[in-house]
């Protein structure tokens, strides 16, 4: 399941429901690991610290964040080690082959946090799970398992389509232009640091 949050009035972000849990989890379990380390003994307590750490800012960064953001300029792959801004006149063609896939005029991009469902849970998946699809779902290729409406891929490809096909069907897209040569990247530099960092402190820490 997926979780999707009205950033703005025009903007929704999907990120994978089991990755939130997943970080939760971890987290709350660093901290009891940490909380009855601390009991124990508060000098090897904060002696372990960072490596409590590493799990839980690890899973944060490969699970927790990862996100598909779609607003009215284009749609935004958030993923582990980077972030592509691709807008809409540049989008060619949404797959879902893997993942969510963006083919653009820059080049095909992949959705970490959509990822097409696997074997057991498309041969679980009943015709309502592929009803009511936008129209470009069933083009060359026909409907994929990750076309699945309950899937993490299926549901943000549903959204994406429709939001494509608003503004193909209002002429927005009959004469698309590129405003820049190539999409707009942020690299994810603070998130590494931050788990290397860590992971040196731990190895430091454990050999004190």
Not at 45 to 66: D, E, K, M, S
Not at 109 to 137: C, F, I, K, N, V
Not at 142 to 162: E, F, K, M, N, Y
């Amino acid at each position: 399941m997926w979780d999707d949050d009205r950033v703005e009035s025009q903007t929704v972000e999907f990120r994978a429901r089991s990755g939130r849990i997943l970080t939760v989890a971890v987290g709350v379990l660093c901290g009891v690991a940490f909380v009855a380390t601390t009991i124990e003994d508060p000098v090897v307590g904060l002696r372990y610290l960072p490596a409590l750490l590493v799990p839980a800012v690890l899973v944060w960064t490969i699970l927790g964040r990862p996100a598909v953001l779609v607003d009215d300029s284009g749609v935004e792959l958030r993923n582990v080690l980077r972030t592509v801004h691709l807008p809409w006149p540049a989008i060619l063609r949404i797959d879902t082959k893997y993942a969510l896939t963006l083919e653009t005029a820059y080049g095909t991009y992949s959705a970490w946090a959509a990822p097409a469902p696997g074997r057991m849970q498309a041969l679980g998946a009943g015709p309502e799970d592929l009803a009511h699809l936008p129209e470009s779902t069933y083009g060359a290729g026909g409907v994929r398992p990750g076309d699945l409406i309950t899937s993490p891929s299926g549901q943000a490809a549903a959204h994406v389509r429709r939001r494509w096909e608003e503004l193909r069907d209002a002429g927005h897209l009959d004469d698309p232009r590129l405003e820049a040569a190539r999409p707009g990247v942020r690299w994810h530099v603070v998130p590494a640091l931050a788990v290397g960092l860590l992971s040196a402190l731990a190895l430091v820490a454990v050999r004190l």
